[in-house]
Antibody
Framework: QLQLQESGPGLVKPSETLSLTCTVS??????????WGWIRQPPGKGLEWIGS???????YYNPSLKSRVTISVDTSKNQFSLKLSSVTAADTAVYYC???????????????????WGQGTLVTVSS | EIVLTQSPGTLSLSPGERATLSCRAS???????LAWYQQKPGQAPRLLIY???SRATGIPDRFSGSGSGTDFTLTISRLEPEDFAVYYC??????????FGGGTKVEIK
């Protein structure tokens, strides 16, 4: 059974860099069949996609966060990571990591969805 | 930028009733890019539907998705006690890429 587990500091000071790691177990992050992503959810609010990475290291980010986000992958540890710089209180959220299969419909259009999620970790930005 | 608007914001129903949730896109969305998730308090979202109408593995057949273009619907044919939760639709397109709707809360009447 695939499992994803987020880890990292629960408290970050304003203007500093938030760093989280997602450890994948029960499957290989090096599979060519998946992207791996980060999604966040401010308390009491909706979901926001942050960005995604392929095992090769290719990334794509939400343009609204792109200037502050770096997602990287460490295949030797079966992990991928998120760095978000210059954080403010608005970055306080539960951060989830998730798996996105590379899957196609019968017409050759690719599906986009996240099928496995970590339990999430709350990161609070406060001095 | 494609914006997903979910309605109603809250749906108050009794167990056994039918729930119909709407997700409207500001521009046409490929059906293959439309997914639905269920989220319960303190839990991660759970994939229900992908490709607008395909049920994810292990999802009961009381959940169904339909729609195309700009209008998509999630239907729960008969609400079970465990179905009371918040539901999100999600789409993928050009900038900003992947986005979620604001959610519909299905609460017990």
């Amino acid at each position: 059974q695939l499992q994803l587990q987020e880890s990292g500091p629960g408290l970050v000071k304003p203007s500093e860099t938030l760093s989280l790691t997602c450890t994948v177990s029960g499957g290989s992050i090096s599979s060519s069949s998946y992207y791996w992503g980060w999604i966040r959810q401010p308390p009491g609010k909706g979901l926001e996609w942050i960005g995604s990475i392929y095992y090769s290291g290719s990334t794509y980010y939400n343009p609204s966060l792109k200037s502050r986000v770096t997602i990287s992958v460490d295949t030797s540890k079966n992990q991928f990571s998120l760095k978000l710089s210059s954080v403010t209180a608005a970055d306080t959220a539960v951060y989830y990591c998730a798996r996105r299969p590379i899957d196609y419909d019968s017409s050759g259009y690719y599906y986009v969805y996240f099928d496995y999620w970590g339990q999430g970790t709350l990161v609070t930005v406060s001095s | 930028e494609i914006v997903l608007t979910q309605s109603p914001g809250t749906l108050s129903l009794s167990p056994g009733e039918r729930a119909t949730l709407s997700c409207r896109a500001s521009q046409s969305v490929s059906s293959s890019y439309l997914a639905w998730y269920q989220q319960k308090p303190g839990q991660a979202p759970r994939l229900l539907i992908y490709g607008a109408s395909s049920r994810a593995t292990g999802i009961p057949d009381r959940f169904s998705g339909s729609g195309s273009g700009t209008d998509f619907t999630l239907t729960i044919s008969r609400l079970e006690p465990e179905d009371f939760a918040v539901y999100y639709c999600q789409q993928y397109g050009s900038s900003p890429g992947l986005t979620f709707g604001g959610g519909t809360k299905v609460e017990i009447k």
